[in-house]
């Protein structure tokens, strides 16, 4: 059973910098593509960035292309989104998860349901 575990999340001022890091345990195959997502109260979720599971291939939704890297250590088994020049709309819960969908370790998707393991979530909060 694979497991997530996101951290770094903050109150941080608008034009902040934050890194969230999301620790995976637990796959016995090739690693899995891993995501991150974020969810506001009342909102859908809404995906933000991907990875492949090879680490040679990125995705980010539109709002976050030119601010947010996602980057991978499969020998640690982490993965991080740096997020910088924060703004309040970023402000969300977000979550870390992997999917093992057909071609994961070559390519990218921003679909939530192709993800099958999810982690808690950790909260970001961009506010003066």
């Known amino acids: 059973q694979l497991q997530l575990v996101e951290s770094g999340g903050d109150l941080v001022q608008p034009g902040g910098s934050l890194r969230l890091s999301c620790q995976v345990s637990g796959w016995t195959s090739n690693p899995y593509a891993i995501a991150w997502f974020r969810q506001v109260t009342g909102k859908e979720r809404e995906g933000v960035s991907c990875?492949?599971?090879?680490?040679?291939?990125?995705r980010y939704t539109d709002s976050v292309k030119g601010r947010f890297t996602i980057s991978r250590d499969n020998g640690k088994n982490t993965v991080w989104l740096q997020m910088n020049s924060l703004r309040p709309e970023d402000t969300a819960i977000y979550y870390c998860?992997?999917?093992?969908?057909?071609?994961?370790?070559?390519?990218?998707?921003?679909?939530?349901?192709?993800?099958?393991?999810w982690g808690q979530g950790t909260q970001v909060t961009v506010s003066s």
């Open positions: 990875i492949s599971g090879n680490g040679n291939f990125t």
């Open positions: 998860a992997a999917g093992s969908y057909a071609g994961y370790y070559y390519s990218t998707t921003l679909k939530p349901s192709l993800y099958s393991f």
